[in-house]
């Protein structure tokens, strides 16, 4: 897995799109589609030989997966590594839901949905260094992380909870300004 310097250095060096994607975020959807010239195929597998190299070998490009293939590899992980920023921390929550710890970087999204040595391993640096000593005080097994807790955690954050949490602030909010009113 890449830290986060390395994802910014390498998509400088493809570049982006308005949308924000990248150039081989671009190439990996037309590929899918099946609908790409020879020169842009070329360009895909050189661009896919680059990151791979990157990587090294222990490391799969598995491309766009089904959603019962990506539950059996979340399942079948040891953990999953999360070293980016993400407003709201799906793949944690996925990757919990099926049992899977996360050793995530301690900020954004992650930071609400992966409880440090419960759910997972939280790091505060975006350094190599720092997610290493995560990586290391999790395969030591210095934490209380169980099955049970990494999929009881993503309870929290279940559709039901949120609309039901949702409208108690509100009748809460709306019964204080009522209350205000009649003073």
């Known amino acids: 897995y890449y830290l986060n310097e390395q994802l910014k250095a390498i998509q400088k060096e493809l570049g982006s799109s308005e949308d924000g994607k990248s150039e081989f975020d671009e190439l990996e959807d037309k590929i899918n589609k099946g609908n790409l010239t020879k020169d842009a195929k ?10 791979k190299k990157l990587a090294g070998k222990n490391t799969k490009f598995l491309g766009q997966v089904s959603d ?5 590899l979340y399942a079948s992980a040891k953990a999953v590594i999360f070293p980016q920023i993400e407003d709201f921390g799906l793949v944690p929550l996925e990757a919990q839901g099926q ?13 609400e949905t992966v409880l440090n040595n419960q759910t997972g391993i939280l790091f505060n640096h975006q350094t190599p260094k720092s997610l290493i000593k995560a990586i290391k005080k999790f395969e030591l097994g210095d934490h209380q992380i169980t099955l049970r807790k990494c999929q009881q955690n993503t309870l929290k954050f279940t559709q039901d909870r949120f609309i039901n949490k949702f409208r108690d602030k509100v009748d809460k909010l709306w019964q204080k300004h009522k209350s205000q009113l009649r003073q």
């Open 42 to 51: 070329e360009k895909a597998n050189s661009e896919l030989k680059k990151l």
């Open 68 to 72: 019962k293939e990506l539950k059996k």
């Open 99 to 111: 049992g899977t710890p996360v050793i995530a970087f301690n900020k954004g999204g992650a930071k």
